[in-house]
C-alpha cells in the first residue's frame, strides 16, 4: 500500500479552493442543465414568468390568479424599493440577475422605457428570452445572455437597478453574490434581492435543528441549490460592502398558496406529460416539491426581499 503525501509547497487554502471551484462549476452545470429541461414546461404550463406570486395573506385563490400574482410580486418588490418611477428618476438601465426566460426584464423594460440586460446559466432560457423580446417588439431594449451572476460580463456602475428575483439560492458565495450586484450597480442605484432564505437563528443558537437541515437537504438536491442563509445573514453581508438604506422583510405569507398550486398543475394531465417529456433532473425537481410546503409550514424556509442602495 502506498501513501499518497500532498504537496508541501501547495498551502492547504490553494487546494480547498481548487476543490471548491470543482464543487461550484459542478453546481453551475447542474443548475443550467435543470432549467435548461423545465423551462420549456415551466412557460408552457405557467408563463413566463418564473417567480413567486404574491398574495393577500389568507385569501382564496382560483388557478387562473397565479399569473396576476407572479406581476403583483414584481410590483411589490419595486414599491418595497421605492424605486420611482418619474420621468427624471426612474431606472434607466437595469441588470436581471438570474433572468429566467426573460419575464421581469421584459416587464421593467416596458414600465420604465429602460435597456434591460439579463443573464442566465442556461443557454436555452438565453435563446427563449431573446425569441419572446423579438415577439413582443423589445429586441431594442432587451437583451439576454448566458453568464455568471458571480462574474457579471458588465463594467463596474453600469446599472441603475439591479434586480435578482429568486436567483441568490443558487449562489454558492453569497458574498462574492451580493458584491457583484454592487459592482454593476452604479451610484445611488437601488438594489432588489428576492431570494429563499432560512429562518434567522436565535441568538443561542449556532446552526439550525438536525430535522429543519434535513428539509433543506432534501431540496438542495432536487433544485441545484448550495447551502442556505438567513435573511439576517443578507443583511450583514450588505452591511460589510458598504451598502446603506438596508431593508428587509418576511413575505412568505404572501406566497403560501404558491407551492401547492405547483403542486396542483404538475398531479394534471398536462403537468405530468409535460414532466414526462422534461426529463430527469425536472422529476426530480417535482419530487422535492412537497419539502417547500413543508419548509414553509415549518417555518424553516423564509420567503424574503432584501433591498439597499449603494453610496452616491
Not at 414599491?79 to 426566460?101: Q, Y
Not at 450586484?181 to 445611488?188: K, Q
Not at 414526462?276 to 416539491?289: C, E, F, N, Q
Amino acid at each position: 500500500m502506498s501513501t499518497v503525501v500532498a504537496d508541501a509547497t501547495v498551502p492547504p487554502m490553494t487546494m480547498a479552493t481548487a476543490a471548491d471551484e470543482q464543487q461550484q462549476q459542478q453546481l453551475k452545470k447542474g443548475i443550467a442543465e435543470f432549467y435548461d429541461e423545465s423551462s420549456g414546461m415551466w412557460e408552457n404550463i405557467w408563463g413566463e414568468h418564473m417567480h413567486h406570486g404574491f398574495y393577500d395573506t389568507d385569501a382564496v385563490v382560483e388557478l387562473s390568479d397565479h399569473r396576476a400574482a407572479q406581476i403583483r410580486m414584481i410590483e411589490q418588490s419595486l414599491l418595497f424599493a421605492s424605486v420611482p418611477d418619474d420621468p427624471v428618476k426612474k431606472p434607466k438601465t437595469i441588470v436581471d440577475v438570474g433572468c429566467g426566460i426573460g419575464g421581469s426584464s421584459r416587464y421593467l423594460a416596458r414600465k420604465y422605457g429602460a435597456e434591460c440586460h439579463g443573464i442566465t446559466l442556461s443557454p436555452v432560457q438565453a435563446e427563449r428570452a431573446q425569441a419572446l423580446a423579438a415577439t413582443q417588439g423589445l429586441a431594442d431594449k432587451v437583451s439576454f445572455q448566458v453568464a455568471d451572476a458571480l462574474n457579471q460580463p458588465f463594467p463596474d456602475g453600469k446599472f441603475d437597478l439591479v434586480w435578482s428575483m429568486e436567483s441568490g439560492e443558487h449562489m454558492p458565495d453569497k458574498l462574492k453574490f451580493v458584491s457583484e450586484l454592487a459592482r454593476v450597480a452604479a451610484p445611488g442605484a437601488t438594489i432588489i434581492i428576492v431570494t429563499w432564505c432560512h429562518r434567522d437563528l436565535l441568538p443561542t443558537e449556532k446552526s439550525l435543528r438536525p430535522e429543519e437541515e434535513k428539509i433543506l437537504n432534501k431540496i438542495c438536491s432536487g433544485f441545484f441549490l448550495p447551502a442556505w442563509c438567513s435573511t439576517a445573514d443578507y443583511v450583514k453581508l450588505l452591511e460589510s460592502i458598504s451598502l446603506q438604506d438596508i431593508k428587509a422583510e418576511d413575505w412568505s405569507g404572501n406566497v403560501a398558496p404558491f407551492w401547492p398550486a405547483v403542486i396542483k398543475t404538475a398531479l394534471s394531465w398536462k403537468g405530468i406529460t409535460s414532466l414526462l417529456r422534461s426529463g430527469w433532473k425536472t422529476i426530480r425537481g417535482a419530487m422535492v416539491m412537497p419539502s417547500m410546503i413543508e419548509g414553509f409550514k415549518k417555518d424553516v424556509i423564509k420567503f424574503s426581499i432584501i433591498t439597499c442602495k449603494k453610496p452616491e
